[in-house]
């Protein structure tokens, strides 16, 4: 199936700092979702992209997708401790189904 | 409250068994999934079923079978074949239609010894 590749593994920045992670396909995707879990939870969603070039916000976390549909985005503004965990992307080509990228675990260093 | 559980949060077996990790959903939702969740792996789909009685493999379901008798059950069955059952196991599920979020449960984690 179609891949997403997610980049950084892993990122350890200083509380305050700001945080990016990026999910990227060869292919165009049909919608994005991103999901965080933390550590020893389960993941959670957080949001959905559906539109080319869209660009949605919550609080300090900003979600793009690119107008290619190849890329998508989430930037978080001033870490904090809470921000901790791992992000997922993950495409929603196939009805009912998703398909994951590994994911970026978030380490805040306080 | 509406939700999925699984149950348990915790489980050791013996090499050669087979175990059965349960997924209940009050959400009356169609979809369920077993994802299997190693470090550095992120989530693999291991079996998905989009309504009672139909299920189909995912990406890696050799060693694994399911069964949908109910539309709030989803069992998995880990079977002595799976080469490296240990992991954390996590269901979802989702309402019928496109885009939609999945829901996790809180995960079993498995440990073959």
């Known amino acids: 199936g179609q891949q997403v590749m997610q980049i950084p593994q892993y990122q350890h920045v200083q509380e305050g700092e700001d945080f990016t992670t990026y999910c990227n396909s060869s292919t165009t995707l049909s919608n994005i979702q991103w999901y965080k879990q933390r550590p020893g939870g389960h993941p959670v969603f957080l949001i959905q992209l559906v539109k080319s070039g869209e660009v949605k916000k919550q609080k300090r976390l900003t979600f793009q997708f690119g107008e290619a549909k190849k890329n998508s985005s989430l930037h978080i503004t001033a870490t904090q401790t809470t921000d901790v965990g791992t992000y997922f992307c993950a495409d929603g080509a196939g009805s009912y189904q998703l398909t994951f990228g590994k994911g970026t675990k978030l380490s805040v260093i306080p | 409250d509406g939700g999925i559980t699984q149950s348990p949060k915790y489980l050791f077996r013996k090499e050669g068994q087979n175990v059965t990790l349960s997924c209940e959903q009050n959400l009356n939702h169609d979809a369920m999934y077993w994802y299997r969740q190693d470090p550095g792996q992120g989530l693999r789909l291991i079996y998905y079923?989009?309504?009672?009685?139909?299920?189909q493999k995912g990406d890696i379901a050799e060693g694994y079978s399911v069964s949908r008798e109910k539309k709030e059950s989803f069992p998995l069955t880990v079977t002595s074949a799976q080469k490296n059952p240990t992991a954390f196991y996590l269901c979802?599920?989702?309402?019928?239609?496109?885009?939609?979020?999945?829901?996790f449960g809180p995960g079993t984690r498995l440990t073959v010894l």
């Open positions: 079923s989009q309504i009672v009685n139909d299920f």
């Open positions: 979802a599920s989702t309402a019928r239609g496109t885009y939609n979020e999945q829901f």
